[in-house]
């Protein structure tokens, strides 16, 4: 996925994976099963945020 797409700035790369929970027992879940080895960003609204280029 482009991360410009849902960036408030509408710049940034290409993610492998983009996880949308639908509450927060849905995130925590997520969280607890994914691999220590997938590096994992937690972001709100996508406003405030830069993302560079290279996802």
Known sequence: MDLAAVT???????VDIVYYPADVEDLAMFLATCPIEIPRQVLGSGSNILVRDGG
Do not use: D, L, N, P
């Not at 408030?8 to 290409?14: D, K, L, N």
């Open 8 to 14: 408030w700035f509408r710049v940034g790369g290409v």
